[in-house]
């Protein structure tokens, strides 16, 4: 365990295991601290990656033909929104607020790297971290209202399916010192929804008042950061690669409310 900001204890940590592979997923993703603490979220986001792709460079046998595989998780924040349809990975990243030109910036960091491979997921929600359904689940159980937005669009992804994802992506993107056949790779649940779209469905899964949940536009909260209106992603070459694409963002919902005996 490490910090990657500690570029020292990174570099000891990657010498000595001298991995195959690396999914670096360190970032501070709360994006209206990112706007509040650019200087947090550069070290987080950029700094830390910066380390740990020399600590990669300088642990690469020598010759330079060992060199390790790094997928970097990063985000549908890159994008502005403006496009009004799904995002493929070949358009370009125009972020619109601190936390994703962070991210972008350590996108271009990991790009420079012959085995870096960008993933980009979208709206994680799963089991062990505060999420924006769990936080809609604890709500309408409680019987109090929910406020989504109705103009933000994006493509739901559940952990456990982009785990699977990656570890198939990294399968299938195996063998020291091959360069990646795709170097960004869209990873998240088939579809889109509205937050709010979202949010009733996570009421009709577990019984919840469907009048509980209040559609707002993102401007009626005010939030420090910016973003984007319409982020869905298209996961073009994931199905190339790995063979298939992530299942409905909707029967992975499912999943999850139904998979743990607390949610029943």
């Not at 990669?56 to 549908?76: E, F, H, I, N």
């Not at 370009?92 to 997921?121: D, M, T």
């Not at 579809?191 to 899964?205: C, K, P, T, W």
Request: hydrophobic share 40%.
């Amino acid at each position: 365990m490490c910090d990657l900001v500690d570029a020292r204890r990174t570099a000891e940590i990657v010498g000595a295991l001298r991995p195959d592979a690396v999914i670096h997923t360190q970032a501070l993703s709360d994006v209206d601290r990112c706007e509040l603490e650019p200087e947090a979220a550069r070290a987080q986001n950029v700094d830390a990656t910066a380390n740990l792709l020399q600590a990669l460079s300088r642990a690469q046998a020598p010759g330079g033909g060992d060199r390790a595989l790094l997928v970097y998780v990063s985000t549908d924040y890159v994008f502005d929104g403006a496009k009004g349809t799904p995002y493929d990975e070949e358009d370009e990243p125009r972020p619109i607020s601190v936390y994703g030109r962070s991210k972008r910036e350590a996108e271009q960091l990991a790009l420079g790297y012959p085995r870096g491979v960008i993933v980009r997921p979208s709206t994680l929600f799963g089991p062990g971290r505060a999420n924006f359904c769990d936080t809609i689940v604890a709500r309408l159980r409680a019987g109090e209202p929910v406020e989504a937005f109705s103009d933000q669009v994006t493509s739901p992804t559940y952990t456990v399916d982009l785990a699977e994802g990656l570890e198939a992506l990294c399968a299938a993107l195996g063998g020291a010192g091959t360069p990646p056949p795709a170097r960004v790779v869209h990873v998240a649940n088939a579809g889109g929804a509205s937050r709010v779209a979202f949010a009733q469905r996570i009421a009709a899964l577990i019984g919840g008042s469907p009048d509980l949940v209040r559609p707002i536009p993102m401007a009626a909260q005010g939030r420090p950061a910016a973003r984007p209106a319409y982020s869905a992603l298209t996961t073009i070459h994931l199905a190339r690669l790995i063979g298939r694409r992530l299942r409905p963002w909707d029967d992975a919902l499912h999943a999850y409310l139904h998979q743990a005996p607390s949610r029943n």
